[in-house]
């Protein structure tokens, strides 16, 4: 939960990168949020037995929701990106139907790029040397 709000917190931020644990903590606790209104709005509306339609207010709390969460979404898979050191463009990938969203789904399972990028230091730390070679200079 730590993982979302922290992404929720960073709403607009598509500078920095995002380790392979925080972009795909959000996305977990995304879908679950979205299944568990969607549940919701199922069982209030009368199963899925029920020839009634859902109801126009838990469609909006779901809109609303997905509306919300939009920009935060596409922040996180753009730093995701900076972490395996490809530009946040790549993102428009996805307009390809079936084929880009395949590509993106694997640039976000990829290993973080080693060291200092263009887009800052490396989350994990791993190929980080900035506080080794701070060490004497002090």
Known sequence: MNWYLKV????????????????????LMHIIIVGVLSFVLIFISGGLDSTEEPSNLGLTIIGLYILATLVPTIAVTVRRL????????????????????FVLLIFTCMESYNG????GENPKGIGNDTLINQIGTE
């Open 8 to 27: 929720l917190s960073e709403y607009a931020n598509f500078k920095g990168r995002a380790r392979r644990k925080e972009y795909w903590m959000f996305y």
């Open 82 to 101: 900076h972490d395996t050191n490809r530009s946040g463009w790549w993102y428009l990938i996805t307009i390809i139907p079936y084929i880009g969203k």
């Open 116 to 119: 200092v990028n263009k887009w």
